[in-house]
């Protein structure tokens, strides 16, 4: 059920990230976006869930662990990093950053 929900909802909206730039992604960040947990495989996290009008694009989209990713499942990101008592500004400041990077790069 929950399956068919999430199809649905990802086939309503346009995804344009591409696979270079997950690799970009991944490359900036060094690890989870969220927790810094290296060595593991990412996934790929949106920072606006889809259930919310979130999409995977460029500016949307952080590596994530398995861990931070299950856990904050479809939660506003900053209120979920303040429960975790994770650093919200350094997490918002690193997102800008890696975003205008990219964006000089062409990525």
Not at 52 to 77: F, I, M, Q, W
């Amino acid at each position: 059920m929950a399956a068919r929900r999430r199809k649905r909802r990802m086939g309503l909206v346009d995804h344009d990230l591409t696979d270079a730039q997950w690799q970009a992604l991944q490359a900036a960040w060094g690890g989870c976006a969220y927790c810094g947990a290296s060595g593991g495989p990412l996934q790929r996290d949106c920072v606006l869930p889809i259930s919310r009008g979130g999409r995977y694009t460029l500016d949307n989209v952080v590596p994530a662990c398995r861990s931070c990713n299950t856990s904050k499942c479809n939660a506003e990101v900053t209120g979920w990093l303040r429960r975790k008592r994770l650093d919200e500004r350094a997490f918002l400041t690193r997102h800008v950053e890696i975003r205008r990077e990219l964006e000089l790069l062409g990525a």
